[in-house]
Structure formats: structure tokens, C-alpha cells
């Protein structure tokens, strides 16, 4: 299975971030939490910036507003994942054309529908 990033992970259970971090798990992927927090998030101590990761990161699941995204955009380019998944409320063109450029594939859908209905 893959290495995931979630990016604006959270300890709130009823928070989009944390459920995808329970569904991405119990389908095997290693999931490594990105947030603000070092409070363990289902057993994972998360990190501050994917810079921080060692691991190659197959998948970034964004779940930070387009306001933040500038602020990561340079340890997306660094980590140079596969794809990074553009949670809905999350999308922003000016970021996907960056990412793009530097060949990294861009897509815009909900990481919970895409599990559900086996097309992760």
C-alpha cells in the first residue's frame, strides 16, 4: 500500500481529516499526519511540515483552505509526491498549475468518496 500525507490532519473525530486518517489506515496505506498539533492523532504522532517526513510520499490529501496553501507549497514541490487529492473547499487553480508543472498529478475529489467506493 501507499504512503499518505494529510495535510490539516486532526484529532477532532468528527473532522473530515481525521476520518480519512481512519479509512486510509484500515485500508493499509502508512498514513502520516501533517498538523499544527503534536498530540498523537490515532496513534501517530504528526508532524509540523512534509519536509519532515523521510519516508517517500505516494499521496497528499489536502484538508487546509486555499489561504494556507502558499505557506506548504514549497514541501509539496520538495516531497514531490505522485498526486495530492484537493479536498472539496480546499481547491485552488494557482496551486494545481504549480504542482502540475512540476509534473505532479492534480485531483480535485473527496479522499472519504473515493475510499467508499473503491476508487482510491
Not at 514541490?77 to 484537493?86: Q, T
Amino acid at each position: 500500500m501507499a504512503n499518505v500525507a494529510i495535510l490539516g490532519a486532526s484529532e477532532k473525530p468528527e473532522r473530515y481529516a481525521h476520518q480519512a486518517q481512519q479509512m486510509l489506515a484500515a485500508a493499509g496505506h502508512r498514513v502520516f499526519p501533517v498538523a499544527r498539533s503534536t498530540n498523537p492523532i490515532l496513534g501517530v504522532t504528526p508532524v509540523a511540515k512534509l519536509e519532515e517526513i523521510a519516508e517517500p510520499i505516494d499521496t497528499v490529501t489536502v484538508y487546509i483552505g486555499p489561504a494556507h496553501l502558499e505557506g506548504v507549497m514549497a514541501g509539496l514541490l520538495a516531497k514531490a509526491p505522485r498526486r495530492v487529492i484537493f479536498n472539496p473547499g480546499t481547491e485552488s487553480e494557482p496551486h494545481e498549475a504549480r504542482l502540475r508543472e512540476a509534473g505532479i498529478d492534480c485531483q480535485r475529489a473527496c479522499t472519504l468518496v473515493l475510499l467508499s467506493t473503491g476508487q482510491y
